[in-house]
Nanobody, 113 residues
Framework: QVQLVESGGGMVQTGGSLRLSCTASGTSIGSSTMQWYRQAPGKEREFVALITPDGYSQYQDSVKGRFTISRDNAKNTVELRMNGLEPTDTGVYYC???????WGQGTQVTVSS
């Protein structure tokens, strides 16, 4: 059974930091572009960041310089380090395997002002 399991969400104040992790089981992420998306209440799911198999990364403009995506293929994990969090970063964060179209169940991030 294929699973992507996100963890690390929580509630922080403005300016705080969180580190999200996505661990895959039943599949290998090594050859996949991995992505993070988020969905705020009442809004559509939006792209946050991606990392290709060879380590190239790309970010949504609003998170550039604050978020960092990384991967550890040996551990089958992808991380999203989030610094300088703002209330507009609040939402459920999802991990995605782009090639296989697998999604995790999401982890809640709440940033209070």
């Amino acid at each position: 059974q294929v699973q992507l399991v996100e963890s690390g969400g929580g509630m922080v104040q403005t300016g705080g930091s969180l580190r999200l992790s996505c661990t895959a089981s039943g599949t290998s992420i090594g050859s996949s572009t991995m992505q993070w998306y988020r969905q705020a209440p009442g809004k559509e799911r939006e792209f946050v960041a991606l990392i290709t198999p060879d380590g190239y990364s790309q970010y949504q403009d609003s998170v550039k310089g604050r978020f960092t995506i990384s991967r550890d293929n040996a551990k089958n994990t992808v991380e999203l380090r989030m610094n300088g969090l703002e209330p507009t970063d609040t939402g459920v964060y999802y991990c995605n395997d782009f090639e296989k179209n697998y999604w995790g169940q999401g982890t809640q991030v709440t940033v209070s002002s």
